[in-house]
């Protein structure tokens, strides 16, 4: 079996010109963006950039800064209530953005796979699957966080003894490097298991109208025979989506910066936006497609039926 990456790609791009310009129908945009909207809800990413230690600021006041800001919550009860209040009523927040999200993935896949504007339908049909997707997203979730919050936890744990026993700012290279490989190996592995479940696993609860957990296994099946095509569809993403962000960054530039102005607005930006959307989603499609009928999404064209050929007729001489 051959597997291509540009050819579906192209046949995405096809679909997107097709469905949002052949004709152009701004009722469509809005419709077909605001599914793609509500998919998005939970993908956005908040930047990396945190606040760094001044480089006059001591190392070890950064080391035990744990133990600083608990010892200073445990001193100011009012703050502690209020923060754990924040913290509380942020977790909600964030679950029901993700059970409208779950919900949202199905509405813009069935816009994209029969190339339709509907929200309410859509909506009441994959409740099902929505439900099941948000379950699975929240658990996993769970799981991301206890394992960036263990790694973060060993981390001042290690450092704050090494610091205490006199190596003070110099850490040893080594716990450095390997504290920094395995973070990384936790990102891409939470990184890729969130492109598999959005573009895959969501893609064929949809077609087959299954669990996640069902149509995680159905999808592991061809992963087993093609990692390396699944691993590369995730680099041709990044690389996709490092081309987008140059867009919007030269689209800003020469807007003299109203083009950002737009973007910040969050449904407003994905309308504007909807073409990469559009075709990112057809593209993930077109790529599964590729493995099987079990695995295309798309509706099959009906054979044109022929005419079945007449009996002969029996001569009687």
Not at 169 to 195: E, K, M, N, Q, W
Request: glycine share 8%; with cysteine; proline share 5%.
């Amino acid at each position: 079996m051959t597997i291509l990456f540009m050819e579906p790609l192209s046949r995405a791009w096809k679909r997107m010109k097709l469905a949002l310009f052949n004709p152009f129908d701004i009722h469509t945009w809005f419709v077909v963006g605001f599914n793609a909207f509500l998919a998005g809800l939970m993908d956005a990413t908040s930047g990396a950039g945190g606040s760094r230690i001044q480089k006059n600021a001591r190392f070890g006041e950064f080391i035990h800064f744990p133990r600083t800001a608990w010892d200073w919550l445990m001193s100011h009860p009012g703050w502690a209530i209020a923060i754990l209040f924040a913290v509380v009523v942020g977790i909600a927040v964030v679950v029901v953005l993700t059970w409208a999200s779950s919900r949202g993935v199905f509405m813009f896949l069935d816009s994209v796979v029969h190339a339709r504007a509907e929200i309410a339908k859509p909506w009441r049909e994959y409740q099902k699957e929505g439900n099941s997707l948000f379950v699975w997203r929240i658990l996993f979730g769970i799981v991301c966080i206890a394992m960036f919050t263990a790694l973060a936890a060993f981390f001042f744990i290690q450092a704050a003894a090494l610091y205490d026993g006199g190596l003070g700012r110099a850490l040893p290279i080594a716990f450095i490097v390997g504290l920094g490989l395995i973070f990384l190996a936790l990102l891409l592995f939470c990184g890729y298991i969130t492109l598999f479940l959005t573009d895959f696993v969501a893609a064929l609860m949809y077609k087959h109208r299954i669990s996640a957990g069902a149509a995680w296994k159905l999808f592991l099946d061809v992963f087993k025979k093609y990692p390396f095509h699944f691993i590369g569809f995730g680099i041709i993403t990044f690389l996709l989506m490092l081309v987008f962000v140059l867009a919007v960054i030269v689209a800003g530039l020469i807007t003299c910066c109203i083009g950002w102005l737009v973007l910040i607005i969050p449904y407003i930006s994905t309308v504007v936006t909807l073409p990469m959307w559009y075709a990112y989603r057809a593209f993930s499609l077109e790529f599964l497609a590729q493995f099987g009928p079990e695995y295309n999404v798309f509706p099959v064209p009906a054979a044109t039926e022929t005419p079945a050929p007449a009996a002969p007729t029996a001569s009687v001489s």
